[in-house]
C-alpha cells in the first residue's frame, strides 16, 4: 500500500470506460456540480426512500476493525468514509473505479483518510486476496453479461474465510406502493435493473457452492444485502490430533 494519505494508483494497461458507463450515467460521474449534489446525504437519503444509512450500517456490520477490504465503485455520500473509519489505520482500504473522475471525486474529499484509489475495470480479474469484498449499489447500473464478471472477480478476490458483500435494489414485494412508480423510472434510467430483479446475485456464481450464503431484504423487499463467505477448503483447516483411546 502507499502513504496513509488517499492516492489514484494507475494501472499499467490502458484501462477503457465502457461505452454504456458515459451513455447512462456520465450525467452523474462527469459532471462535477450533480457529484457534488448526489454527495449530499440528505439528496441519497431522499433518492433511497429513507434507507441509505440502514444500508451502510448493515454493509458495516460485515467489516471487521484492521481488516483488508477492497470495494469495487466508488459511492456518492460518507459510506467510504464510514467505511474507512470502520477498517481503521491497522487495515488497508481499497476503492477501485473505471471512470477517472469518480476516483478523483474521492481523492479530493476523502485525502485525509487511509484509502487508496485505483483505475481499474471490476469486468477484469483482480490480482490480490481480500478479507472482505464490496459491491454498494454497483450491480443494477451493470448489462447483464459484465454484471456476471464483475460479480464472479469479486467471488474470486476473497480469501478462504472471507466475504462478498453485494448490497443493491431487490424485487420489491407486491404491497410496496412504490413499485408502480419504480418500474417507470427504472426503465428510464436503470434499464439493466430488472434482470436483476429476476435473478438471484447467488445464481451468477460459477463455484456458489464454494461459499456459504446469506440474504437479506429491507423495505418491503425494495432493498437486498447477500454476503458471501468462502468456505475454508479441507486442506486449509487444522489437522485433528488422533485421539489417546
Known sequence: MLSGKANVIKNSKIVKEPLYVSELYGFMYHKGKIGQLMDDDRVQALISCGFKKKL????????????NVLQI???????????????GRYGT?????????????????????KIDFEL????????????????????HELPEV?????????????KQGGKAIFIDYNKPSDFN????????????????????????????AVHNNHFV???????ARMFQKVVAV?????????ESKPSFY
Open 230 to 238: 468462502r468456505k475454508v477448503s479441507d486442506e486449509k483447516k487444522p
Open 56 to 67: 451502510v450500517e448493515e454493509m458495516l456490520e460485515d467489516i471487521d476493525t484492521n481488516s
Open 213 to 219: 450464503w446469506d440474504k437479506k431484504t429491507y423495505g
Open 177 to 204: 406502493v412504490l413499485r408502480f412508480i419504480l418500474k417507470p423510472f427504472n426503465r428510464l434510467c436503470f434499464p439493466f435493473i430488472e434482470k436483476l430483479w429476476e435473478t438471484p446475485i447467488k445464481n451468477y
Open 93 to 113: 482500504y481499497v476503492v477501485i473505479d473505471v471512470v477517472q473522475e469518480q476516483l478523483n471525486r474521492a481523492r479530493n474529499q476523502l485525502i485525509d483518510k
Open 73 to 87: 465503485g466508488c459511492t456518492f455520500g460518507s459510506q467510504m468514509q464510514k467505511t474507512a473509519d470502520k477498517i
Open 120 to 139: 481499474h475495470d471490476a469486468r477484469k480479474p483482480l490480482s490480490k486476496k481480500y478479507d472482505a469484498v464490496i459491491c454498494f449499489m454497483l450491480l
Open 146 to 158: 459484465s454484471r456476471r464478471k464483475v460479480i464472479n472477480n469479486a467471488l474470486d478476490a476473497v
